[in-house]
Every structure is written in structure tokens, then in C-alpha cells.
């Protein structure tokens, strides 16, 4: 029978692990396996700019230049969140089987 994909959806390589831990989808809450959920790591600021603003001036610690503490976060989302929220998007039928990895930034080699 045909696959759809060469990992068929799954991180999990073939006669490795019976089972995966499911996660809680970020956005729905359904449950996922975790090697098929789309993660996410998201790094955003706890409070707004103007909010941000007021406590630098308020306080001695954030006002003398020590940055504010950052929010760290890893979201997964199911398939169906994932492609609802544009995380991820359909692609082709000759691309499907394609692994994506990020894109690595070229950097020209440093001159001596």
C-alpha cells in the first residue's frame, strides 16, 4: 500500500518505541502523541512595553540596565490546530516525503 508520507506523521522511527506519551494540544487541549504534535518554543516579554516602562522607572534592579525576565515557552499543537493557526502548511504531493529542517543562515568564512 501507498504512503502518504515517508514518516507517516510520526517522529518515532520504526521498531523503536511501542508507545509515545501523549501531550495536551496548546490550543484545544486534545491529546496528541508527542512526536506527532507541532512544538514551538516561544520566548515573549511578560509585560507590555508601557507596562515595562513604569516598573524600570519604579524600580532600582530593571532601571540600572538588567534586562526584564523573559517568558519561555514550549507550545505544541495538534495537526489540525497547527495548520488551522498557519504553524505549519499543506505542501505538495512530490514534497510530502521531503524532511524540512530549518534554514541555517549562510555566513561567509571570516578573512584573515
Do not use: W
Request: proline letters at 9%; a positive charge.
Amino acid at each position: 500500500m501507498t504512503t502518504k508520507r515517508r514518516n507517516h506523521g510520526r517522529a518515532k522511527p520504526p521498531h523503536s518505541r511501542g508507545r509515545v506519551k501523549p501531550v495536551h494540544c496548546f490550543n484545544c487541549g486534545r491529546l496528541t502523541p508527542k512526536d506527532k504534535a507541532v512544538g514551538r518554543f516561544v520566548v515573549r516579554r511578560m509585560l507590555d512595553a508601557a507596562s515595562a516602562r513604569d516598573v524600570a522607572e519604579a524600580s532600582p534592579v530593571y532601571g540600572a540596565g538588567f534586562p526584564m525576565p523573559k517568558l519561555y515557552m514550549k507550545q505544541r499543537f495538534c495537526i489540525a490546530c497547527a495548520i488551522h493557526s498557519r504553524t505549519v502548511r499543506a505542501r505538495p504531493v512530490e514534497k510530502r516525503k521531503i524532511r524540512h529542517t530549518c534554514k541555517v543562515p549562510y555566513r561567509p568564512a571570516a578573512k584573515k
